[in-house]
């Protein structure tokens, strides 16, 4: 069993930047691939960056391309979401989980945090 908790968030300005962790206990990530969701008010939760077990994979969302970065620290049991030039349109509770192979889909993934919002002004 992996227990996972994010934090992180808050509020931030248009075009600022915010760190995103994701802390693991119970069992090490070092086996498991990584993925980070969000989930805006209204809307359903869409996939927005994923990280293969080894690292040497990475998955992102269209709409964060370019602009969020994943990372691992095996040694830490942690995950990031580095987020940077942030827009409005990023506002919403974000969540990271953990399964056995990196994916877009949330379906492919056996354990999740309870997720920390992320609010950008404009």
């Known amino acids: 069993q992996v227990q996972l908790v994010e934090s992180g968030g808050g509020l931030v300005q248009a075009g600022g930047s915010l760190r995103l962790s994701c802390a693991a206990s119970?069992?090490?990530?070092?086996?498991?691939?990584m993925g980070w969701f969000r989930q805006a008010p209204g809307k359903e939760r869409e996939f927005v960056a994923a990280?293969?077990?080894?690292?040497?994979?990475?998955y992102y969302a269209d709409s964060v391309k370019g602009r969020f970065t994943i990372s691992r620290d095996n040694a830490k049991n942690t995950v990031y979401l580095q987020m940077n030039s942030v827009k409005p349109e990023d506002t919403a509770v974000h969540y990271c989980?953990?399964?056995?192979?990196?994916?877009?889909?949330?379906?492919?993934?056996?354990?999740w945090g309870q997720g920390t919002q992320v609010t950008v002004s404009s």
């Open positions: 989980a953990a399964g056995p192979v990196a994916s877009r889909y949330s379906y492919g993934y056996d354990y």
């Open positions: 119970g069992r090490t990530i070092r086996n498991y691939a």
């Open positions: 990280l293969s077990w080894t690292g040497g994979t990475t």
